[in-house]
């Protein structure tokens, strides 16, 4: 079964300076991959996915992921880190053979940015 | 374009009751998916439903679950004989058929069971 490992429940880092949040998926075959993000009291928002080709994806609001197959790996990263990306980032794979078909989630990062 | 609706956003209910939980997935989506997400953690795949064909449903889920989407519109999620274990956001998504879609999410509705 498919899974992903989100290092680290709690990120933190100042106004202005880089997020870094880490993602790696098990999988023989590598699946669809996504980063949602999600404000409190509101549902997920889709940041960016990879699905194929240029394996460095450019997402809303500045932010940024890179599939590495020989890591499988899929960070998200944005260089300057505002205020309003205080959030719970997510993770997420899909099954290649399924269409777009169920999404299996990472436990979370929750992202604090500090003035 | 409205959006994923779902209904009520909370619920508070006694254990052992039934409660019945609504989604209004995006007007042309012809996917709607179910998931629960507890404190801390990531959302949980519950099932999900191609127009009205309920395509699959999670292993880990009770038989006090069920969903329906009678008309491939909106879809219902009924948790019998509640337990204070099923305290969670449940939450809705609805997408068109591919990858290159993107799930929406609705607000989700909160349950609380005592």
């Known amino acids: 079964a498919q899974s992903v490992t989100q290092l680290g429940s709690h990120v933190s880092v100042s106004e202005g300076a880089l997020v870094l949040l880490r993602c790696n998926y098990s999988s023989s075959v590598p699946p669809y991959l996504f980063w949602y993000v999600q404000y409190p009291n509101q549902g997920l928002q889709l940041l960016l996915k990879y699905t194929t080709g240029a394996t460095l994806v450019k997402g809303i609001n500045g932010f940024e992921a890179e599939f590495k197959k020989s890591e499988t790996s899929f960070h998200l990263t944005k260089p300057s880190a505002h205020m309003s990306d205080a959030a719970e980032y997510f993770c997420a794979v899909s099954d290649r053979g399924n269409q777009g078909g169920k999404l299996i989630f990472g436990q979370g990062t929750e992202l604090s940015v500090k003035p | 374009d409205t959006g994923v609706s779902q209904d009520p956003r909370h619920k508070i209910t006694k254990r052992g009751q039934n409660v019945t939980f609504r989604c209004d997935p995006i007007s042309e989506h012809n996917r709607l998916y179910w998931y629960r997400q507890t404190l801390g953690q990531g959302p949980e795949f519950l099932t999900y439903?191609?127009?009205?064909?309920?395509?699959?449903k999670s292993r880990l889920l009770s038989d006090r679950f069920s969903a329906e989407r009678p008309k491939g519109s909106f879809s219902t999620l009924e948790i019998q004989r509640t337990e204070q274990g099923d305290s969670a956001m449940y939450l809705c998504?609805?997408?068109?058929?591919?990858?290159?879609?993107?799930?929406?999410f609705g607000p989700g509705t909160r349950l609380t069971v005592t």
């Open positions: 998504a609805s997408s068109l058929t591919g990858v290159m879609y993107e799930q929406y």
């Open positions: 439903f191609q127009n009205e064909a309920q395509l699959e």
